[in-house]
């Protein structure tokens, strides 16, 4: 099974030590709002909070902004109504995006991705060209020594894990169902074993290589655009 673009996930360790917390930690608090706005703002009963509320504090968001961003989604303080949206686009060389955001104004974060693709040789497809190419999943990333790998492993396939990665020696990647993703997280914290982070994520069904070295260096360019944008939480590819 392919996996997904690391590129978000890489931009958000390097954005800890760079001047980008500012921008950081705006994406999170709109995040947590709707989470909040959507299934409440308990963590307790609202696991997608909950998840997010733990991925703040491993980036050191302040705890101030965290119960803010629960009070505006909440209703409890006033602000604009955030709403998340998920853009269908193609990159350089025919490559397949899909691009994961939260704004204030859908039309204005439209038009301003529609224009940053162009500039990058990339536009926005039709609704449904790009999307059957990926499928929704969760993720739980944990931090192993090499004692507790069989342990884990055999653990989360139990759970009803879907596929299993190890991209270094300390990491684990249990891929599972969307619907799978709180109850196995669940599960190992119970057994002592903490993930790093629990997400829904795109993985590309079928991963697919740029052979052109421009059409490389111009996805590259563009992944550090859409990472720039304010809007845009996330972003996948069927590019290995």
């Known amino acids: 099974m392919s996996g997904h673009n690391k590129w978000s996930q890489i931009k958000h360790r390097k954005a800890l030590t760079d001047a980008k917390k500012g921008k950081l930690f705006s994406k999170m608090a709109r995040l947590i709002s709707l989470a909040a706005r959507v299934g409440g703002g308990e963590a307790e009963t609202n696991p997608t909070l909950r998840s997010l509320m733990d991925k703040a504090r491993l980036l050191n968001m302040p705890i101030d902004n965290i119960e803010r961003a629960i009070a505006k989604g909440t209703g409890k303080l ?3 109504q955030i709403e998340e949206f998920l853009l269908e686009a193609y990159g350089p060389g025919g490559s397949a ?4 955001g939260t704004t204030d104004n859908r039309n204005r974060s ?3 991705l529609k224009f940053l693709l162009s500039e ?3 536009k926005l497809a039709n609704l449904g060209s790009v999307l059957y190419l990926f499928e929704r999943q969760g993720l739980l990333t944990i931090k192993i020594s090499p004692a507790q790998k069989d342990e884990i492993e055999l653990l989360a396939i139990d759970k009803g894990a879907q596929d ?3 991209p270094n020696e300390e990491t684990l990647e249990i891929y599972t169902k969307p619907e799978d993703l709180d109850k196995i997280k669940k599960s190992l914290e119970e057994k002592n074993i903490k993930t790093e982070e629990a997400s829904l994520i795109w993985a590309a069904k079928n991963e697919t290589a740029l052979t052109d070295a421009k059409d490389k260096e111009r996805l590259e360019k563009l992944f550090e655009a859409l990472d720039e944008q304010e809007d845009v939480n996330e972003v996948y590819t069927n590019i290995a």
């Open 78 to 80: 006033a602000g604009a």
């Open 97 to 100: 995006l899909l691009i994961e």
């Open 110 to 112: 439209i038009s301003e």
């Open 120 to 122: 990058h040789n990339g």
């Open 164 to 166: 299993i990665k190890q």
